[in-house]
Nanobody, 114 residues
Framework: QVQLVESGGGLVQAGGSLKLTCAAS????????MGWYRQAPGKERELVAR???????NYADTVRARFTISSDNAKNTALLQMNSMKPEDTAVYYC????????WGQGTQVTVSS
């Protein structure tokens, strides 16, 4: 079993920055990917960014060049640096970790005011 702890959400003005952190803990697990998804009201959950254990990254087109995902494999932690934020980035952001199983965090609210 893997537990995920998310932190760093909050309120920011358009053009500002936030950093999200996801920390995974548990026993005897090997992470394959860590990523962030988001879900805005009335919309489906969508990929924001993910990173594999080898460092390969994927980004949604809407955040490419504004958001950066990184990880610390030794600490089982993923960071999402969000810059030049827009009101349309407002959503609940969920950490997702894959081992041999998929784990989801509880979500953290990110609100970008115009």
């Amino acid at each position: 079993q893997v537990q995920l702890v998310e932190s760093g959400g909050g309120l920011v003005q358009a053009g500002g920055s936030l950093k999200l952190t996801c920390a995974a803990s548990g026993r005897d697990f090997s992470i394959r990917t860590m990523g962030w998804y988001r879900q805005a009201p009335g919309k489906e959950r969508e990929l924001v960014a993910r990173i594999s254990s080898s460092g390969t990254t994927n980004y949604a087109d809407t955040v490419r060049a504004r958001f950066t995902i990184s990880s610390d494999n030794a600490k089982n932690t993923a960071l999402l640096q969000m810059n030049s934020m827009k009101p349309e980035d407002t959503a609940v952001y969920y950490c997702r970790v894959t081992t041999t199983t998929v784990y989801w965090g509880q979500g953290t609210q990110v609100t970008v005011s115009s």
